[in-house]
């Protein structure tokens, strides 16, 4: 084991500042197909294809509310990996896994997990075909995925053009809500308690969506909302470099009734959350009705929400009155 | 964070037994080109070529021994991943990698695993070309590689066949005693302690090795010897349902000083370590002169220690006499 000194701990260092650090020590694979800090990596395998690959670490003691189950943290484990694959249109074909499991865990929790993956993995229509398991403090479940995509078919973080429209593939606030539901015990109706709960403990990736987008090379840019939606928005824009103007926010009707009940904002509710697993994309305006019809074939929804713009700001637009949407978000290591 | 009762624990289950519960609980991918169990995964992509993919990870509590610095552990998480790539003969092309990372952790701490997780991968001249961090008790590094390969050039676990030749890239002992030499100070001289230190802080995978041997289609089996040595025979033999008859212990030179003045058994350190990155293969007699000379091309050895035999027992042969090898190694959970 490692010392460490934790009397100089740099206090707050954050999750962004963390990879920025990491990132700048690295030799940079010359060509890399898809830069850092986009959703997925990527290696290009010849006639014009490329290789996607995905890694993201689950650890119970950050990622995992307490009433979550083994079962659904290692599906959820499977989601949030497949989500990112989703945002960039490429279909996950086999999946490794790599647990970091406490001693204390008995055979009957193993199931839970070993089943809990697999339910994850045939609900996308993919395998996990490899593995590794190891003694940890924390219960960490690291998911890779892997898949192919005709590199034009990708959609990165970094296309969107100013008149572009932007769209999301449901409604937000749901899981913040319902984390705080759990672990607030805050009032709300048992009809809509159900659904928000539901939300956080039996997440959905948009996979479909992602897939049939791709298809239409309507889409520009495009993230999964896993650290809010404020945040996504801003990461496309940085990416990008481009601003936007919202004008119609996606609030979830369950995040209105929650919010007016418990006298909260729902704005902050809808766009500060995080562990959603929406889809954030930008669609050039020609192409918007073939993306809307690509993604209805599939039985999903696409709902613009606003504009791209020039001027490199992320506004909201309520009531003819203009405010910024803030760069915050979920973050590790912070809060 | 999900409730553990320790109470409840079954204790020792193992890590192999664990990953047997995981396994039974997965769905098959129809046509898996390797089957669970063996050095890597893979996905047949067409053209008889294999994506090749591996994830492992490294937990300091377990993996980690005091005096390792975390540049060292870091470059370590790469060429323990390397090392089964190496095995098989595949090249890794890109690798990601998936950080838990204590609170505690300083900027310079970052830093240095940056840069440990750099050399490691340039070492191996390939590249890291994505992933994650996350807030996690322990100091937890995940790799996953990715390569590409001619499906008939992987060298797998099961193709040993009676009268095939036994061999290894070089001898074994030193990572076992330099762990003891770490943890317990126990007598050594100054000139051999270096190196047995060093084969605990600095290893290295034998890729150069595997590679060149994999092109010349001499190998009919092959594992990395992490586990230790018996328990790599034992892997290899259950896996192509045969045995094994070694003659000659490949036992390092400062194995066998450091065992005669500390009073140890030598072939109890020679056989029964882990850490170790040494290749185990099983070669067609006929073929023995061109894998031997492929592996000194790329400035290696290939060192025969035994036989490949029908009846299905590991055994060795000294001074005439026979005992068997048990079947035994490094296991997480257990000890």
Redesign the interface.
């Known amino acids: 084991?490692?010392?460490?000194?934790?009397a100089?701990?740099?206090k707050n260092?954050g999750?962004r500042k963390?990879?920025e650090?990491?990132?700048?020590?690295?030799?940079?694979?010359p060509k890399?197909p898809?830069p850092?800090g986009d959703d997925?990596?990527?290696?290009a395998?010849g006639n014009n294809y490329l290789?996607v690959?995905?890694?993201?670490?689950?650890?119970?003691?950050?990622?995992?509310p307490?009433k979550?189950?083994?079962w659904q943290?290692s599906r959820k484990a499977v989601v949030m990996n497949v989500s990112d694959f989703a945002a960039k249109g490429v279909k996950p074909?086999?999946i490794?896994?790599?647990?970091?499991?406490?001693?204390?865990?008995?055979?009957k929790?193993?199931?839970e997990?070993?089943?809990g993956?697999?339910a994850g993995?045939?609900e996308y229509d993919t395998?996990?075909?490899?593995?590794?398991?190891?003694?940890?403090?924390?219960?960490?479940i690291?998911l890779?995925l892997?898949g192919?995509a005709k590199k034009d078919e990708v959609m990165l973080r970094s296309g969107a053009k100013p008149g572009d429209l932007i769209a999301v593939t449901g409604s937000f606030g749901k899981t913040t809500v319902g984390l705080k539901i759990l672990l607030d015990n805050l009032k709300v109706s048992p009809k809509i308690r159900k659904i928000l709960v539901e939300s956080v403990l039996m997440p959905h990736a948009r996979l479909k969506e992602g897939l049939a987008l791709s298809k239409t090379k309507a889409v520009t840019a495009a993230i999964d909302s896993s650290d809010g939606l404020a945040w996504s928005l801003h990461e496309i824009a940085r990416a990008s470099k481009v601003g936007f103007l919202i004008n119609k926010l996606p609030i979830a009707e369950e995040v209105e009734e929650f919010a007016e009940i418990n006298k909260l904002d729902p704005l902050e509710l809808t766009l500060y959350g995080g562990e959603e697993y929406e889809l954030v994309l930008t669609v050039k305006p020609k192409l918007w009705r073939k993306a809307e019809k690509a993604v209805k074939e599939v039985g999903g929804k696409l709902l613009p929400i606003g504009k791209v713009t020039a001027e490199r700001q992320v506004l909201l637009k309520i009531d003819g009155k203009k405010r910024m949407i803030e760069a915050r978000g979920w973050e590790?290591?912070k809060g």
């Open positions: 084991m490692i010392g460490i000194d934790i100089k701990t740099d260092l999750e963390i990879i650090i990491l990132q700048s020590r690295l030799d940079i694979m890399m898809i850092f997925v990596s990527a290696y395998i290789a690959l995905k890694t993201d670490m689950l650890v119970d003691k950050t990622d995992v307490l979550m189950s083994l943290a074909l086999a490794l896994v790599s647990l970091g499991l406490p001693r204390a865990l008995r055979k929790d193993i199931v997990i070993g089943r993956l697999n993995a045939r395998f996990i075909i490899g593995g590794d398991t190891n003694e940890a403090s924390d219960f960490v690291s890779s892997f192919i590790h290591f």
